[in-house]
Protein backbone atom coordinates (compact mmCIF):
# COMPACT_ATOMS: atom_id res chain seq x y z
CA UNK A 1 0.00 0.00 0.00
CA UNK A 2 2.40 2.28 1.26
CA UNK A 3 4.28 1.61 -2.27
CA UNK A 4 1.82 2.66 -4.21
CA UNK A 5 1.31 5.85 -1.85
CA UNK A 6 4.56 6.96 -2.40
CA UNK A 7 4.94 8.62 -6.10
CA UNK A 8 1.20 9.72 -6.01
CA UNK A 9 2.53 11.54 -2.89
CA UNK A 10 5.64 12.61 -4.61
CA UNK A 11 3.67 14.15 -7.77
CA UNK A 12 1.31 16.00 -5.41
CA UNK A 13 4.30 17.22 -2.79
CA UNK A 14 5.83 18.65 -6.43
CA UNK A 15 2.88 20.13 -7.48
CA UNK A 16 2.24 21.78 -4.55
CA UNK A 17 6.02 22.91 -4.12
CA UNK A 18 5.80 24.81 -7.79
CA UNK A 19 2.37 26.20 -7.45
CA UNK A 20 3.63 29.09 -5.03
CA UNK A 21 6.41 29.74 -7.24
CA UNK A 22 6.82 33.42 -8.85
CA UNK A 23 9.73 33.71 -11.85
CA UNK A 24 12.61 35.26 -10.82
CA UNK A 25 13.07 39.06 -12.05
CA UNK A 26 15.66 39.50 -14.63
CA UNK A 27 18.83 41.34 -13.66
CA UNK A 28 18.65 42.92 -16.71
CA UNK A 29 15.63 43.32 -18.42
CA UNK A 30 16.48 45.18 -21.20
CA UNK A 31 18.60 43.93 -24.29
CA UNK A 32 19.65 46.75 -26.28
CA UNK A 33 20.85 46.68 -30.04
CA UNK A 34 21.99 50.28 -31.26
CA UNK A 35 20.93 51.34 -34.34
CA UNK A 36 22.46 54.28 -36.65
CA UNK A 37 20.43 56.56 -34.39
CA UNK A 38 21.14 55.65 -30.88
CA UNK A 39 23.89 54.83 -29.52
CA UNK A 40 24.53 53.09 -26.29
CA UNK A 41 27.10 54.04 -23.51
CA UNK A 42 28.33 52.77 -20.42
CA UNK A 43 27.56 53.87 -17.12
CA UNK A 44 30.67 55.29 -15.50
CA UNK A 45 28.95 54.35 -11.77
CA UNK A 46 27.36 51.64 -10.29
CA UNK A 47 25.96 53.66 -7.70
CA UNK A 48 24.81 57.38 -9.16
CA UNK A 49 23.73 58.59 -12.39
CA UNK A 50 26.12 61.58 -13.57
CA UNK A 51 25.16 65.02 -13.93
CA UNK A 52 26.11 65.40 -17.10
CA UNK A 53 23.14 63.45 -17.83
CA UNK A 54 21.47 66.80 -17.85
CA UNK A 55 17.81 67.16 -16.24
CA UNK A 56 15.68 64.36 -14.74
CA UNK A 57 12.51 65.00 -17.69
CA UNK A 58 10.50 61.86 -17.05
CA UNK A 59 9.84 58.52 -15.38
CA UNK A 60 8.69 55.58 -17.29
CA UNK A 61 7.82 51.64 -16.50
CA UNK A 62 6.39 48.86 -17.71
CA UNK A 63 4.32 46.08 -17.11
CA UNK A 64 6.23 43.66 -17.98
CA UNK A 65 9.49 44.36 -15.52
CA UNK A 66 7.48 45.84 -13.00
CA UNK A 67 10.49 46.11 -10.48
CA UNK A 68 12.32 48.24 -13.26
CA UNK A 69 11.89 52.42 -14.30
CA UNK A 70 13.77 54.27 -17.04
CA UNK A 71 14.31 57.75 -16.30
CA UNK A 72 14.54 60.01 -19.27
CA UNK A 73 17.29 63.09 -19.04
CA UNK A 74 17.50 65.48 -21.36
CA UNK A 75 21.72 67.18 -21.97
CA UNK A 76 22.20 70.52 -22.88
CA UNK A 77 22.50 69.15 -26.61
CA UNK A 78 19.06 67.94 -26.28
CA UNK A 79 20.28 64.13 -26.38
CA UNK A 80 18.14 61.90 -23.91
CA UNK A 81 19.43 59.64 -21.84
CA UNK A 82 17.59 56.33 -20.73
CA UNK A 83 18.72 55.01 -17.52
CA UNK A 84 17.39 51.83 -16.03
CA UNK A 85 16.66 51.37 -12.10
CA UNK A 86 15.36 48.86 -10.30
CA UNK A 87 13.01 50.31 -8.08
CA UNK A 88 12.87 47.62 -5.30
CA UNK A 89 16.55 48.01 -4.96
CA UNK A 90 18.23 51.14 -6.58
CA UNK A 91 20.24 48.81 -8.82
CA UNK A 92 21.18 50.79 -12.08
CA UNK A 93 21.84 48.43 -15.21
CA UNK A 94 25.57 49.18 -16.81
CA UNK A 95 24.28 50.17 -20.05
CA UNK A 96 22.58 53.43 -20.60
CA UNK A 97 20.92 54.55 -24.16
CA UNK A 98 21.65 57.83 -26.01
CA UNK A 99 18.80 59.20 -28.63
CA UNK A 100 20.39 62.52 -30.22
CA UNK A 101 18.22 65.22 -31.44
CA UNK A 102 18.85 67.37 -34.61
Not at 59 to 76: I, M
Request: hydrophobic content about 50%; overall charge positive.
Amino acid sequence: MFLRALPLGLVLFALIATAGCRKLESARPFEFYATSEMTSATLPFRDAIPASYGALVAVTSSASHPTWAQAWFLREDQTITIVWINARNGALVDRVVMIPRK
